[in-house]
């Protein structure tokens, strides 16, 4: 087990202290015996581990893309502790035996923790309600639930997930896209790019319309709500609307959604294709202006691997998504920190405290404290990067950031005291 | 010389004009004993198309034919409705055979844009899904000038001109390759359809917009006529075909409206008694026939631009 | 692209006391010069066909089509017979095609059918005989004549193929780094052959 002594981080940006950690706990520093392993943090910030609630790890299904070791072994590259794995595997979690599988392989394989995110419907088919409570009760203790890639458009059926998992304290994350009105081809923000591309359209109306209803339902059964990557300005609007009426609401955005804007897809590239689309730089303002006020609670990274043959396709056909779990946190730093945005706390609360909250993690997000769990991320401010997408830990490669010049944030992640990435080892 | 024919905003009106009066050259070749160039001889064309279209690809084959080009039809409909062979690996493959050009055709937009970055051949865009169609644009144009020219011998641009577009602007990449060529020939472009088959964005295009076609027919001076696929009545885009016939067919009635000397086209299929009444199609000022007659000549220009020269 | 209209008989010099520069060029034939040879030409090619029957210029564009023009009008004053005239755009069949950037096709006028007719081609000046050999080709396509004669104002000699002229106005002969210049009136303004050095001498072209 570890026996790692931090010296002079500045702790969350709240002054420099030294942390130590033994078995698998931070401990008092005086404690720091000869025998002890050092690592200079002068000049890092160290944060709370991060902690993802929205990754594809693929596994069970797609090993091709992506397994839980290369993903968790991707996040904890980008300074992740724990990650929340999406249910839309094959097959899907939508079973107790499904999710304690997929924890089971976080157990034996992961990096980070691995928690399963448990499916709302049977099969992701939006008709009716998968085992909820067996997984709640199941060793994997899901809480976050999620038909995420399918909008749950059922209005009932939102009714009855919402009140049948107020029962253990669950969240229901809605994916939120009117299928009438961006259906499963829409894949560019319906606008002026989209009528010049002749490319179908995903109006920022079939995201708001879904929050706008589904905020409504959560106050009705007075139960927990969770929106997936928010997109677009007129969702921020719902959410605020929500908030002020103490609706239980809470809301993430993706960090491609914080930087990169519709433009970039007049190139037909489909790297950049991913749902929700990417909309206009007005959104993109906003987004940063909600995360800013705490409107938008989370940084989620939506981290979707493809297989290249599956994005190798003409744009309207190629797969959804992109990576995210390596360059979340430059891609935060860049837009939030350096605009003065977002303080460390701040970002340790986006990107680990709410979104442990949120998944209900007793282990993740907590202070960097004696007698806390060693879950932490040291990170220098100030070192940068030009992204190379084929230097990654992910089995695939759909990377949007490749050629950027971004933050190269973390230098070291610490997951229950072990170090799982070490930049330049 | 060009390397590419992707979009219609590719050209500049010199460029134009040089494709059309050699376009005029190509056509004498088709009232000849021996209907051959040896301009192209010795390289290799491909249609690769990956959406039905009997005529247009007989009639870019028919194009590099007469130019003496070797020209192989490939139809690859099936592939990425199974989503088997990705696109990338499907264009690779038949570069990799060695081909000067490829003359792409495909359901979805930007396909011979990605395409275009993957290959070191010249790239001919033969349609991609609702986007562009520029060969179609350039035969209309070409169509356009000859009539323009029958009482005007020696006109160059479309400056003063109207051309009216009527019908399913949203799904008709024959519609922005057209607002595209025609603009910059100067020419004044209407869009004339119901609010829902106009596409998001129109504003921004270089066109005036309107929802009334009585109100713009007596300016046209050219009344482009697109196909409506019946299917959209299921999207809502229209209720009945009643409606929109009524609404924007150009009927018999409307025929009495059109401006002297204005001329109709259409780039094919109809539906006659739809979007087009058969007095129409088939009246003395429609230049539908002439359309298609064109489309070998406009093409085998395009041919020549793209590969008679140097590489 | 040239128009094919017929030029006067005897084009004027409008331009007397032409400015060349002696160091680089140096005019071989003047507007005298090349009337004669004209006039001469025209008469030979109606004896070597017993008469205007069957007969039919075909000049290569640019300025073969002027040449063309004019023995056509030559024959009109002096014999009275009105020989039809028409223009052989040979671009596509060049055989140095693909060495250049695209170039544009000019304009083709077959003013009566080739077949079994006495198709004169008329260029204004033979060196390779690339030129001829491409409108041999052309005209091939365009039907069977009877009988092919060619007729140039100017031989410059150094053919690369096995072609020769039936009627040649003048004889010049020339070194291969020279430029042989022919300006028409009804074209540049004024009447003059002239002989400049190429200021590319690697360049040829290929006629």
């Given amino acids: 087990m570890t026996n790692l002594l931090i010296r002079g981080a500045d702790l969350v940006g709240r002054g420099r202290s030294d942390l130590l950690i033994r078995n698998g706990r931070f401990v008092d520093p005086a404690e720091a015996g000869t025998d002890v392993d050092r690592l200079d943090a002068d000049g890092l910030v160290a944060l709370p581990g991060l902690v993802d609630l929205h990754t594809h790890l693929r596994e069970p299904g797609r090993e091709d893309a992506e397994t839980v070791q290369s993903g968790t072994l991707a996040a904890a590259r980008g300074g992740f502790t724990a990650v929340l794995a999406m249910a839309n595997t094959t097959p899907v979690t939508d079973t107790a035996e499904a999710a304690v599988h997929v924890a089971a392989l976080g157990a034996r394989d992961g990096y980070t923790q691995v928690v399963p995110v448990g499916a709302v419907s049977k099969g992701l088919d939006g008709v009716e309600l998968a085992e909820l409570g067996l997984m709640a009760r199941s060793s994997a203790r899901v809480r976050v639930f999620s038909d995420d890639g399918h909008c749950l458009s059922d209005a009932r059926l939102m009714r009855r997930a919402l009140e049948y998992v107020r029962a253990f304290d669950g969240v229901i994350a809605q994916h939120a896209q009117d299928p009438q009105l961006a259906g499963v081809s829409a894949c560019c923000h319906e606008g002026e790019i989209s009528g010049k591309l002749g490319l179908p359209g995903w109006p920022a109306a079939a995201e708001a319309s879904v929050v706008a209803r589904d905020v409504q339902i959560a106050e009705l059964t007075r139960s927990r709500l969770h929106i997936c990557h928010v997109s677009c300005a007129e969702t921020v609007d719902v959410i605020r609307w929500a908030k002020q009426r103490d609706i239980n609401v809470t809301a993430e955005v993706a960090p491609h959604h914080l930087m990169l804007t519709t433009n970039e897809v007049l190139g037909y590239d489909p790297i950049y294709k991913v749902n929700p689309p990417l909309r206009p730089s007005e959104h993109v303002e906003v987004l940063r202006e909600a995360l800013a006020d705490g409107t938008i609670d989370a940084v989620a990274t939506d981290h979707a691997p493809h297989a290249r043959h599956d994005k190798d396709h003409a744009f309207a056909e190629a797969a959804f998504g992109m990576l995210g779990l390596e360059t979340a946190l430059a891609v935060v730093v860049e837009t939030m920190i350096k605009s003065d945005l977002l303080s460390w706390t701040d970002v340790a609360k986006r990107m680990s405290i709410m979104p442990a909250h949120i998944a209900r993690l007793a282990d993740q997000g907590r202070p960097l404290a004696v007698g806390e769990p060693a879950n932490v991320v040291l990170v220098d401010p100030a070192a940068r990067q030009v992204i190379d997408r084929n230097d990654s830990a992910s089995l695939s490669r759909n990377n949007p950031w490749h050629g950027r010049e971004l933050p190269d944030p973390v230098v070291a992640t610490i997951w229950a005291g072990r170090v799982t990435f070490r930049k330049g080892r | ?311 | 692209m040239s128009g094919t209209g017929a030029p006067q008989a005897r084009p004027e010099d409008p331009t007397p006391g032409v400015e060349v520069d002696s160091t680089t060029s140096r005019v071989v034939l003047d507007a005298d010069q090349i009337a004669r040879a004209c006039a001469r030409m025209a008469h030979q090619i109606l004896e070597a066909n017993r008469g205007a029957e069957g007969l039919v210029l075909m000049g290569i564009p640019t300025r073969g089509v002027a040449v063309a023009h004019r023995l056509a009008t030559v024959m009109d004053e002096v014999e009275g017979v009105r020989v039809p005239v028409g223009a052989l755009d040979v671009t596509t069949y060049r055989d140095d095609l693909r060495r250049q950037p695209t170039r544009a096709e000019g304009h083709t006028h077959l003013p009566v059918e080739v077949d079994d007719s006495t198709v004169v081609l008329v260029d204004d000046v033979l060196y390779s005989g690339r030129t001829v050999r491409a409108a041999l080709d052309a005209l091939g396509d365009l039907g069977r004549p009877r009988a092919v004669r060619l007729a140039v104002l100017v031989d410059r000699g150094h053919r690369e193929l096995p072609i020769r002229a039936d009627h040649v106005g003048s004889y010049i002969p020339t070194r291969t780094g020279e430029h042989v210049s022919v300006k028409l009136a009804e074209i540049d303004g004024v009447n003059q052959v002239s002989i400049e050095q190429s200021s590319d001498p690697g360049r040829r072209e290929a006629r």
């Fill in chain 2, 1 to 311: 010389m060009m390397r590419h024919l992707l979009s219609a905003a590719d050209l500049d009106q010199p460029q134009i004009t040089e494709i059309l009066d050699l376009a005029e050259e190509m056509s004498l070749v088709q009232g000849r004993p021996v209907k051959k160039l040896p301009a192209l001889r010795g390289r290799t064309v491909v249609n690769l198309f990956f959406e039905d279209s009997t005529r247009t690809r007989s009639s870019f084959e028919i194009a590099g034919k007469w130019l003496s080009a070797d020209v192989i039809n490939i139809s690859a409909k099936g592939s990425s409705v199974s989503k088997g062979e990705s696109l990338r690996d499907t264009v690779l493959t038949v570069a990799a055979m060695g081909v000067d050009a490829l003359v792409i055709r495909h359901h979805a937009s930007g396909a011979p844009w990605q395409a275009s970055r993957w290959i070191d051949a010249h790239v001919l865009n033969a349609g991609d899904g609702t986007h562009e169609h520029p060969t179609q644009a350039l035969l209309d144009a070409f169509t356009i000038r000859r009539h323009l020219r029958s009482s005007n011998p020696d006109l160059t641009s479309f400056d003063g001109k109207t051309v009216a577009i009527i019908g399913d602007i949203t799904h008709s990449r024959v519609a922005r390759s057209n607002v595209l060529l025609l603009t910059t020939l100067g020419a004044q472009v209407i869009l004339v359809a119901p609010p829902t088959l106009l596409p998001a964005g129109v504003d921004s295009w270089p066109v005036l917009v309107c929802t009334d076609f009585d109100e713009v027919l007596p300016q046209a001076d050219v009344v482009m006529m697109l196909r409506v696929q019946r299917e959209r009545m299921s999207g809502g885009y229209f209720p009945t075909p009643r409606e929109y016939t009524i609404s924007y067919g150009l009927t018999r009635p409307r025929l009495e409206m059109m401006k002297p000397g204005a001329a109709i086209c259409h780039p094919g299929p109809m539906n006659r008694g739809l979007e087009i009444s058969a007095d129409a199609a088939d009246a003395a000022n429609s230049l539908i026939l002439e359309q298609v007659a064109a489309g070998v000549s406009v093409r085998m220009s395009v041919l020549y631009e793209l590969l008679g020269g140097a590489e």
